[in-house]
């Protein structure tokens, strides 16, 4: 079974760009969560999505967005880029809703860089 | 804010020895997982321990679990510098999300 893919694996932007990065999870998984790794604040969770709807949020401005397709990828959309946005961007999937009961499966991530 | 708080934040130690890294939350919990991750990779998950349970081994892992004192301690036995990466515990916070800590790094010298 392949693992959780993320595409690009590396983006280097301008500050006010605005950055698409991609998900897809392991075939059959349902959920697709999103976290922001940076060196200062660690794993910090932005979204999960479970079936296309949108089920928890993290505590991230407006310009964080994302959404999830009927095959279950999923895109998050960062819009008007800050430098503070450069990160690590993680993806994970999960057959239910993430929680701690569940194992999640990370994709290799989305190093992004503003400039 | 984290949840789950990793101590110490950075460990060093000497193949063969091992290793013993602690996680402490704030609220209560169902579960607590211990991920691994290597430098700039994404995370993998070790293992999972049930509210309910007070240690759970994994080949070379073990993991206790203490709810009283809303503690859990990784250790790793007989480390070998593939064990060198990033260690982070993750808890359900209050809306059932998974919250990770701040991670430990680990680094085994040969």
């Known amino acids: 079974k392949a693992g959780v893919t993320q595409t690009p694996r590396y983006l280097i932007k301008t500050r006010g760009q605005q950055v698409t990065l991609s998900c897809s999870p392991i075939s059959g998984h349902r959920s697709v969560s999103w976290y922001q790794q940076t060196p200062g604040q660690g794993l910090q969770f932005l979204f999960e999505y479970f079936s296309e709807t949108q089920r928890n949020k993290g505590n991230f401005p407006g310009r964080f967005s994302g959404r999830q397709f009927s095959n279950s990828r999923s895109e998050m959309n960062v819009s008007t880029l800050e430098l503070g946005d450069s990160a690590l961007y993680l993806c994970a999937s999960s057959s239910t809703p993430a929680s701690s009961t569940d194992t999640q499966y990370f994709g290799p991530g989305t190093r992004l860089t503003v400039l | 804010s984290q949840q789950g708080e990793e101590d110490p934040q950075a460990l060093s130690i000497q193949e063969g020895e091992n290793a013993t890294m602690n996680c402490s939350y704030k609220t209560s919990i169902n579960n607590l997982q211990w991920y691994r991750q290597n430098s700039g990779r994404g995370l993998v998950h070790l293992i999972l321990?049930?509210?309910?349970?007070r240690e759970k081994h994994s080949g070379r892992l073990r993991v206790t679990l203490d709810t009283s004192k809303k503690s859990s301690s990784l250790l790793i036995t007989a480390s070998r510098a593939a064990d060198t990466a990033s260690y982070f515990c993750a808890t359900d916070a209050a809306n059932s999300k998974l919250t990770f800590g701040k991670g430990i790094t680990l680094s085994v010298r040969p």
């Open positions: 321990i049930r509210s309910n349970e």
